[in-house]
C-alpha cells in the first residue's frame, strides 16, 4: 500500500522469538543481517508501582532468545533480500473478487490497476481486503487504547527517565491504565499510555496539540503516580498517536477459496503480546516450505500449511487475548506481582 519503503515510520521495537521469529530469519539466510540490528541489552523488563518503587526486575541474559530489533530495521533487512522490483509499492487493495475454479481471483488496487491470478496469499494485515473477500470476520474493539509519544537523546535530555526504564522495558500499571515506556536505539524511550476507554473518548480529543493531549492524557491516569513516570507522558517530544486495540475473534472463520490463504495478522489477529509479527513471520517461511514441497500443485501445498496453521493461531490467540488482559487489565498490578514472585522462586529454586 505505502509509496516507497520509507513512505512511513514502521512503528516501535519487536521482540523476535527464537522458536518462530528466528525460525522464519534461519530459513530465509538472514540471521547475520538481523544480529546486526539486534539492540543489545533491550530484553531486560522493569517492573514498577505507580509511586516508582521496582516490584521487580528480568535482566537481559545475552542468550538472544527474544532480541528487540527495530520494526523498520527489520522490514528493511527483509526487503533488501529481495530481487529488485519484486515488492510493486502503491499497490492499496482496493476490493478482491475471488474465482471459482474456472476464473482467476481478480484484485482491485486503489490506484485503479487490477491484476488477475490463479495464486493468491493474503498478508494483507488486521484489515484485510483478502480475507473480507471470504467472509471472513473483521476485526473488534478491545476495549483498550495506548497513547504513544517519544523521548529523545533521553541520556542528556531524559536522565530521570532513562534510569526509570532502564536498557529495555519498564511496566507500571494500576487497574485498567498504566505506562509502558520502552528503550529503543539511538537513545529513544517510546512511552505508551495505557488507557480502557470507549472509542468516543478518543474521537473527542484534539491529538494534534501535543501539550494539551498529553497533559489531558496524564490526567487520565488518576492519582498517585510518580511526577518521574509522568514525565514520560507529560514531557512527550512528538504529536501523541492514539492506537485503539482491535482483534478478531476467538475461533473465527473464512471461506476456503481454492488458490487463497491468508497468514499473519490476515489470519489471527490478536491484541499485542509480542507475537504477531513472529507468527507471521512464521506462516510466510511454512507456507513457503509446503509450497516448495509441492510447487504444481498450490491446494495441496495450501491444505498442508492450514492444517498446521489453523490449529496453532486458536491457541496462539486464546494465549495472546489472556496474556493482554493480564498484563494490562484490570487486575493487572497484582498479576505482574504475582509474576515476579512466581519468578524469584523458580530462580531460587534453581540456583
Known amino acids: 500500500a505505502e509509496a516507497s519503503p520509507s513512505g512511513r515510520t514502521q512503528g516501535g521495537q519487536l521482540d ?12 530465509c539466510q538472514l540471521m547475520d543481517e538481523f544480529h546486526s540490528i539486534v ?8 517492573f514498577l508501582n505507580p509511586d516508582g518503587e521496582l516490584v521487580g526486575e528480568i535482566p537481559d541474559d545475552g542468550e538472544l532468545s527474544n532480541p528487540e530489533v527495530l520494526r523498520g530495521e527489520l522490514r528493511r533487512i527483509l526487503i533488501e533480500s529481495l530481487p529488485h522490483g519484486t515488492i510493486q509499492w502503491g499497490h492499496k487493495i482496493a476490493s478482491v473478487t475471488p474465482g471459482d475454479g474456472h476464473r ?8 485503479g490497476s487490477s491484476v488477475s491470478t490463479e495464486v493468491l496469499i493474503g498478508a494483507d494485515g488486521a484489515w484485510s481486503r483478502v480475507r473480507a473477500s471470504l467472509n471472513g470476520a473483521m476485526p473488534e474493539y478491545l476495549g483498550t487504547l495506548w497513547v504513544e509519544t517519544f523521548l529523545h537523546d533521553v541520556e542528556k535530555n531524559h536522565p530521570q527517565s532513562a534510569a526509570l526504564v532502564g536498557s529495555g522495558a519498564m511496566l507500571a500499571m494500576k487497574p485498567g491504565r498504566g505506562i509502558f515506556g520502552h528503550r529503543e ?6 512511552t505508551y499510555v495505557v488507557l480502557k476507554k470507549p472509542l468516543e473518548w478518543m474521537q473527542s480529543v484534539d491529538f494534534s496539540d501535543r ?15 510518580a511526577p518521574e513516570l509522568l514525565e514520560l507522558v507529560t514531557r512527550g517530544e512528538t504529536t501523541p498517536v492514539a492506537r485503539p486495540i482491535w ?11 481454492p488458490g487463497i490463504m491468508l497468514i499473519g495478522d490476515a489470519a489471527h489477529l490478536t491484541p499485542p503480546d509480542g507475537d504477531g509479527a513472529n507468527w507471521a513471520l512464521y506462516d510466510g517461511a511454512q507456507l513457503a516450505q509446503a509450497i516448495a514441497a509441492t510447487p504444481a500443485d498450490i491446494d495441496t501445498a495450501f491444505n498442508t500449511f492450514a492444517e498446521q496453521m489453523l490449529p496453532r493461531s486458536a491457541a496462539s490467540s486464546t494465549e495472546g487475548y489472556q496474556s493482554f488482559e493480564q498484563t494490562f487489565g484490570y487486575n493487572a498490578p497484582a498479576n505482574l506481582r504475582d509474576m515476579m514472585n512466581r519468578t524469584k522462586t523458580y530462580g531460587h529454586q534453581h540456583q
Open 16 to 27: 523476535i522469538h527464537d522458536f518462530n521469529g528466528q525460525v522464519a530469519l534461519q530459513q
Open 39 to 46: 539492540n543489545m541489552g533491550a530484553e531486560a523488563m522493569r
Open 104 to 111: 482467476p481471483h481478480v484484485i482491485n488496487f486503489a490506484n
Open 185 to 190: 536505539a539511538n537513545d529513544v524511550i517510546h
Open 211 to 225: 501539550e494539551r493531549a498529553l497533559t489531558l492524557v496524564a490526567e487520565q491516569l488518576g492519582q498517585g503516580w
Open 247 to 257: 482483534g478478531l475473534p476467538l475461533e473465527h472463520t473464512w471461506d476456503r477459496v
